[in-house]
């Protein structure tokens, strides 16, 4: 640090119902996680979905994952060299559950899949939409 710097000032955090809430200046959005899931919301206010709410995504984030396993494994086949389980990790957009009822599961970060990603938006328990990018 130099002589002249300034001590990085901490993210806002509050904590609700015993779920810690972080607000990342850098990137701007929320994030927190709830039953070892990382959740997150692009917009400036929060709406918060309730513990049955969270838990119902959690449920329904469980009972798709093997269809959007295949379809992960099936676009990534079109990839080279990328591979599924190679240290991927998914995240639950929940800005749009309040008003829509609508989460996106984004999945990215593999080893061998450089910046590709893909998500997948979900309502009423179905896949409705899938974007690669």
Same mark, same amino acid.
């Given at each position: %640090?130099? !002589?002249?710097?300034?001590? #990085? ?7 609700? $119902? ?21 959740? +997150?919301?692009?917009? #400036?206010?929060?709406?918060? #979905?309730?513990?049955? $709410? !969270? ?8 009972? !798709?994952? #093997?269809? %959007? ?18 240290? $991927?990790? +998914? +995240? ?7 008003? $829509?009822?609508?989460?996106? =599961? ?11 990603? =893909? ?15």
């Amino acid at each position: %640090m130099g !002589l002249f710097s300034k001590t #990085p000032k901490p993210n806002p955090k509050i904590t609700v $119902e015993g779920i810690g809430i972080a607000f990342d200046r850098e990137h701007g959005w929320w994030e927190f996680t709830y039953r070892g899931a990382k959740f +997150c919301s692009f917009d #400036p206010a929060l709406t918060l #979905p309730t513990k049955a $709410e !969270l838990d119902s995504i959690l449920d329904t984030l469980e009972s !798709l994952k #093997p269809e %959007m396993r295949t379809r992960l494994q099936k676009g990534l086949s079109g990839w080279g060299a990328s591979k599924l389980d190679d240290g $991927e990790s +998914c +995240c639950v957009d929940v800005q749009d559950f309040a008003t $829509e009822r609508t989460f996106t =599961v984004s999945w990215s970060g593999g080893e061998s899949w450089g910046d590709l990603g =893909v998500d997948f938006t979900i309502k009423d328990h179905a896949i409705i939409d899938e974007s690669w990018g």
